[in-house]
């Protein structure tokens, strides 16, 4: 079992900048693929980015492409999502995952292929 807690959201202007973390506690954080998500009240969560258990690839949603950067560290058990020039359009619940038993150089982009989510943090880019 892995449990993740997120932290970092809050509020911010357009074009603004935000780094959120998430922690993982449990198990060991290696084999672990990560991703981030985000979901807005009345829609599906939706993909935002994810990087392979040794970080060695990464994939984004073509709508943070260029802006947010993925990112982890093993060591601390923490995997980090850079967020750059936020637009109002960002503003969600952002969600991390965990797929256990993955390998190495592959990520994940569904909500069906993780195991573990936190909780969720708020953000709020305000125009």
């Known amino acids: 079992q892995v449990q993740l807690v997120e932290s970092g959201g809050g509020l911010v202007q357009a074009g603004g900048s935000l780094r959120l973390s998430c922690a993982a506690s449990g198990r060991t954080f290696n084999n672990y693929a990560m991703g981030w998500f985000r979901q807005v009240p009345g829609k599906e969560r939706e993909f935002v980015a994810a990087?392979?258990?040794?970080?060695?690839?990464?994939y984004y949603a073509d709508s943070v492409k260029g802006r947010f950067t993925i990112s982890r560290a093993n060591a601390k058990n923490t995997v980090y999502l850079q967020m750059n020039s936020l637009k109002p359009e960002d503003t969600a619940v952002y969600y991390c995952?965990?797929?256990?038993?993955?390998?190495?150089?592959?990520?994940?982009?569904?909500?069906?292929?993780?195991?573990?989510w936190g909780q969720g943090t708020q953000v709020t880019v305000s125009s």
């Open positions: 990087v392979s258990w040794d970080g060695g690839s990464t």
């Open positions: 995952a965990a797929k256990r038993l993955s390998r190495s150089g592959i990520y994940y982009t569904t909500v069906y292929d993780y195991d573990y």
